[in-house]
Structures are given as structure tokens and as C-alpha cells.
């Protein structure tokens, strides 16, 4: 777990596309963790079990099996024996995932599913608990951020690309409530570990967040080395 990068951040701050470019650069294996929350809310979802149903989630997802294989380099999700990757990237799947992931029987059973891929083999990590929960050992945490308004037009772009009917409005409505959802819960709610880099990416280029990660990655590496760090 020691060589693994954990990046944690509110929805749409560019995790994804960061952490999959830096582990490129780097050489190691990058772990999307919000699609395995995606799987776990269409299992339940599927299943008819409302997000307010404690005791049915509770009951239900022993019989979740999620799993990880990677394609091309590509992170697949397969939830009891079905890749599900075509089916978790809506908008409705990510707030189905902020719904169900608030509870406590969820989180056991994918945070150790994720410490266990750690456990193998170094990995570049993103969610919303990676630094405080997951890989608390991580060698590098980073916090990415971006203001609301910048989330919302990045996310209002894509479903425009996507032909999705929306308004900017509804969109950065819709941040706020994930971004509410995620800060406030009671469990592993998303916050920055104590030692975490604060990086507020509003104002720059995805290659100048990646040359960034880089660069901190590198100092760590010798930082370790030479004993200066933990
Ligand atoms: O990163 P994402 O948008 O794919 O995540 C979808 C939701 O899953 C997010 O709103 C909250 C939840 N999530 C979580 O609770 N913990 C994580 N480590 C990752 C995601």
C-alpha cells in the first residue's frame, strides 16, 4: 500500500481523467472505485431495493458480487458475472451510487474489495474515503477540487456532447445536491485527509494537474528514500 497514490474529491473535480493519465505516466494500475459504487446501486436498484431501505440493503448485498478485471488497460466492472461498465456512466447511476453508498454494509464489503487490489500491487486510487479509509499508508494523498461552477459547465459540456437535454442551472443544481450528499453522510463522508495536497484544479489544463502529480510523486519517492518522510 505504500506506493499507491490516493486521490479523493467531490464529483466532477476531473479525478477520473487525472488519475487514469498519471498512472500511465507512472507506470501502475489505476482503481476507479466510484464504479464499483455505481455497480453496487444498479444491483440494488435492480433488485427494486429503495435507497431509504436499511434493512433490505443490509439483507441484499451479501449476494453482490463485484469484481475487477482490466481490459485494454481499461477498469471493467463485473457485478455477479455481468460486465456492467456500459451501464454505470449515466448521471442516474452516479446518484444512485451517492444514494446507496451512504451505508455502512456497502462500504465494508467494497473497501476491502479495494485494499485487497492495493494490497498487490501499486495503484493510483480515486473516490471519496481513499486517503482517510482505504489506503490510509498511501505514499502520496491528493485532495482535487474544483469550484462548483467549473464542475457544472465541464459536466453541462459533456451531456451536450452527449445530446443530453439539460440546463447549466439543473446541472450545477445537481452537483450541489452529489457534493451535499457526499460531504454530509454519516459514514466515510468525502473530506481531505489531514496529510493530504490540496489541489484546486479550476484553473488548469488536465496536463498541467497530471505534470503536477508527477512532480509530487517524484519528491515522495525521494523523500522515502532518504527517510525524510514516514
Ligand atoms: O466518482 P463517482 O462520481 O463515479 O462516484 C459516484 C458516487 O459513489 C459518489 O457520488 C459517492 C460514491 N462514492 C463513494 O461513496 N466512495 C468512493 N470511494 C467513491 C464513490
Known sequence: ??????????????KSTIARKVAERLGIIYVDTGAMYRAMGLYFHNLGIDSQDQ??????????EISIEYRD????????????????????????????????????????????????????MDGRDIGTVVLPDAMLKV??????????KRRYLEYKQKNVET??????????????????????????????????ASDMTVEQVVDVFVK????????QEEGTWK
Open 1 to 14: 500500500m505504500k506506493d499507491c497514490i490516493a486521490v479523493d474529491g467531490p464529483a466532477g473535480a476531473g
Open 55 to 64: 434493512e433490505g440493503i443490509a439483507g441484499a448485498v451479501d449476494q453482490a
Open 73 to 124: 488497460g481499461e477498469q471493467q466492472v463485473i457485478l455477479n458475472g455481468e460486465n456492467v461498465n456500459g451501464l454505470i456512466r449515466t448521471n442516474e447511476a452516479g446518484n444512485l451510487a451517492s444514494a446507496y453508498s451512504k451505508y455502512t454494509p456497502v462500504r465494508k464489503k467494497l473497501v476491502e474489495l479495494q485494499q485487497q487490489l492495493a494490497a498487490r500491487t501499486p495503484v493510483i
Open 143 to 152: 485532495y482535487l477540487t474544483a469550484s462548483v461552477e467549473i464542475r457544472a
Open 167 to 200: 440546463t447549466l442551472e439543473k446541472v450545477e443544481e445537481e452537483v450541489r445536491t452529489r457534493d451535499d450528499q457526499d460531504m454530509h453522510r454519516e459514514v466515510s463522508p468525502l473530506m481531505r485527509a489531514e496529510d493530504a495536497l490540496l489541489l484546486d
Open 216 to 223: 509530487w510523486y517524484q519528491e515522495r519517492k525521494v523523500q
